[in-house]
């Protein structure tokens, strides 16, 4: 099994930053695809940006200019620069990872448990 433990989040007043944190633990040969999405309340889950093993990255539009996601392969963390924050990037923040286990297992997805991101006005 896998765990995924997001930290980070926190009340932040508008044009700030924070920086999120998502270790990942448990059995893990290599990890593929990460990626960081959002849910704000009475709304959908959706994307704000994603990263490949080779560094690629790909971000939503409301992310891009002021989020950046990178990744520490060496640790299994991922992370979410957050800058200039608006209240309405007001949601849980989930990491998401797809991770193989073994050499010759297949790939597996798994989800953290969210941490809660508030920007005040």
């Known amino acids: 099994q896998v765990q995924l433990v997001e930290s980070g989040g926190g009340l932040v007043q508008a044009g700030g930053s924070l920086r999120l944190s998502c270790a990942a633990s448990?059995?893990?040969?290599?990890?593929?695809?990460m990626a960081w999405h959002r849910q704000a309340p009475g709304k959908q889950r959706e994307l704000v940006a994603s990263?490949?093993?080779?560094?690629?990255?790909n971000q939503a539009d409301s992310a891009k200019g002021r989020f950046t996601i990178s990744r520490d392969n060496a640790k299994n963390t991922l992370y979410l620069q957050m800058n200039s924050l608006k209240p309405e990037d007001t949601a849980v923040y989930y990491c998401r990872a797809l991770v193989k286990s073994t050499a010759w297992g297949g790939l597996n997805l798994y989800w953290g448990q969210g941490t809660q991101v508030t920007v005040s006005s």
């Open positions: 448990g059995r893990i040969f290599s990890i593929n695809h």
């Open positions: 990263i490949n093993s080779d560094g690629s990255t």
